[in-house]
Every structure is written in structure tokens, then in C-alpha cells.
């Protein structure tokens, strides 16, 4: 009786066991990757189904991080695809590789982005950007489809602020 010593990364391979530190590496490099295309693909679906027009719609996902491919309608659309790729769970910044289809006017005012802080409500940014409560329609209609209801936002949500 002994203890017998081996090459780890030499011989053959039973069960998936003894894998050398490349094929792991390469095994869990191709998880990653199924992964991150899962999570473009649902993202995709959601910007889809939100019925916006947009044209060759894609999303890339590297970890927190998401592309936007595309071609839409509008600026207003642009915007609407990346918040709802950047409103989601996990991903913290979108790379916009986005652009508006040449027949849309391009001096359209630039909107601006408010990020929802505890204790917000569209009636108080209203009042903070337009001076009027009573102008939170305004914001709630920039961000439908994404909005389903005023009351319905919520902290670290990123909304479109048109005309501030």
C-alpha cells in the first residue's frame, strides 16, 4: 500500500472527470456564452413584443453589459429599446449601436433621463422637471409601452423625460 502520485493534465478521461485546465476553461467559456445569449434573446423578445418600430433589431450581452443593434423609427423609439434593455435585472450599461432611419428629422429636442429615486412618483418628477404635477401624463405617455400604469415605477428605473 502507497500513495501513488500521477500527471494530473495526462491520461485519459472517464465521466467527464480529469479534464485539463483548458478544456475547463473552454467548457465554462461556452456555458458563459449560452448564457449571455439566452439573456440577448429574451432581452430581444421584450423589445419585440413591446410592438416598437424598430427595423434588424439585435442585442449582444457580455455579463452586465448589453449592445443595441438596430434601426428604428424614431429617436423616440431608440430610446425606448435601450431603456428596456437597460431597465432590466443584471445589466448595468448599454453600448447604443442603434441609429433612426434617415427619413426621420434629426433636430428633434433631446429628452432627458431621470433616474427614480425611493419615494418618487410621476406627479413629484413633473413637478421637479415642469414646475406642474399635473404634467405627469406627459412622462407616463414617453414611456409606454414600458409603463403599464403610473404608479407602477420604481427605484434605480431610468425614465424618458421629453422636452425637460
Not at 475547463?24 to 429574451?42: P, S
Not at 429636442?109 to 421637479?128: A, C, N, Y
Request: aromatic letters at 8%; hydrophobic letters at 40%; glycine letters at 10%.
Amino acid at each position: 500500500m502507497g500513495l501513488f502520485s500521477f500527471i494530473k493534465d495526462a491520461g485519459a478521461e472517464y465521466l467527464g472527470i480529469g479534464k485539463t485546465v483548458a478544456q475547463e476553461e473552454a467548457d465554462a467559456k461556452a456555458k458563459y456564452d449560452q448564457m449571455n445569449q439566452q439573456v440577448a434573446n429574451q432581452l430581444e423578445g421584450e423589445v419585440r413584443n413591446l410592438g416598437l418600430d424598430i427595423g434588424s433589431f439585435g442585442v449582444a450581452v457580455s455579463g452586465d453589459k448589453a449592445w443595441a443593434f438596430g434601426e428604428a423609427a424614431s429617436q423616440e423609439v431608440r430610446e425606448k429599446a435601450i431603456l428596456v434593455v437597460g431597465n432590466t435585472n443584471g445589466i448595468a450599461a448599454v453600448d447604443d449601436r442603434m441609429y433612426v432611419r434617415p427619413e426621420e428629422p434629426v433636430a428633434e429636442p433631446q429628452p432627458v433621463f431621470h433616474t427614480v429615486k425611493s419615494g418618487d412618483t410621476l406627479s413629484k418628477i413633473s413637478k421637479d422637471v415642469y414646475g406642474d404635477p399635473m404634467r405627469y401624463n406627459e412622462i407616463f405617455e414617453a414611456n409606454t409601452p414600458m409603463l403599464s400604469h403610473p404608479d407602477k415605477i420604481y427605484p434605480g428605473q431610468v425614465l424618458r423625460v421629453p422636452n425637460a
